[in-house]
């Protein structure tokens, strides 16, 4: 069974820190998303990395694929309390369906 | 362009009987999901339909789950009899073709008493 694990869980940060959202597994993914959720609300899709090494920016938030594409993360500068939410990175899976594997997640709060 | 509709959003029913689901996905995407959601965690993959046939129920629990996709459009999720671990959230996306970006409807919270 492929497993994505995240890390840290939890996390509480004041506006205008930095933070690293980490997301590990042991198999490999041919490509991944990160998604925010929040309370109330489905998930919507921030990115998808698709090679190894692969970097993506969008505005404050840094997103990184692994070279081996096994892990992923997610690098927010200066959060804003609008950055609160719910972190969910998906790898797709190689064989078979082709399905997404969701992680474990990561809560963030963000404190004015 | 209208969203992924989910229907109802909340719902409480004591533990044996039986509840349904219903999604209406986006106008056009073939590929449907439904996932269960755990409080505190990230979604499970219960079932994905490629129009209205079935691609992934390898982790559907089939003896109380079942869900169908009728005319390769609605479709809607089952449970019966319901246990008090079914609590949850139920989410229900849609694609194109494939595994590509997956739109989320708001979902299903799911309280068994």
């Known amino acids: 069974t492929q497993l994505l694990e995240q890390s840290p869980q939890f996390l509480s940060i004041q506006e205008g820190e930095n933070l690293t959202v980490y997301c590990n597994s042991s198999s490999v993914f041919s490509s991944l998303q990160w998604y925010r959720q929040e309370p109330g609300e489905g998930p919507v899709l921030l990115v998808t990395v698709v090679t190894g090494g692969e970097v993506k920016k969008l505005k404050r938030l840094t997103f990184q694929f692994g070279d081996a594409r096994k892990d992923s993360s997610l690098h927010i500068t200066a959060a804003q309390t609008g950055d609160t939410g719910l972190y969910l990175c998906a790898g797709r899976t190689t064989s078979g369906t082709y399905k997404y594997i969701f992680g474990t997640g990561t809560r963030l709060k963000v404190l004015a | ?113």
């Open chain 2, 1 to 113: 362009e209208a969203g992924v509709a989910q229907s109802p959003r909340y719902k409480i029913i004591e533990k044996r009987q039986s509840v349904a689901f219903w999604c209406n996905p986006i106008s056009g995407h073939a590929t449907l999901y439904w996932y269960q959601q755990i409080l505190g965690q990230g979604p499970k993959l219960l079932i994905q339909f490629q129009n209205n046939g079935v691609v992934d129920d390898s982790q559907l629990p089939k003896d109380r789950f079942s869900a169908e996709r009728l005319k390769g459009v609605d479709s809607t999720l089952k449970i019966q009899p319901a246990k008090l671990e079914d609590s949850a959230v139920y989410l229900c996306a849609s694609s194109t073709t494939g595994p590509g970006e997956q739109y989320f409807g708001p979902g299903t919270r799911l309280t068994v008493t």
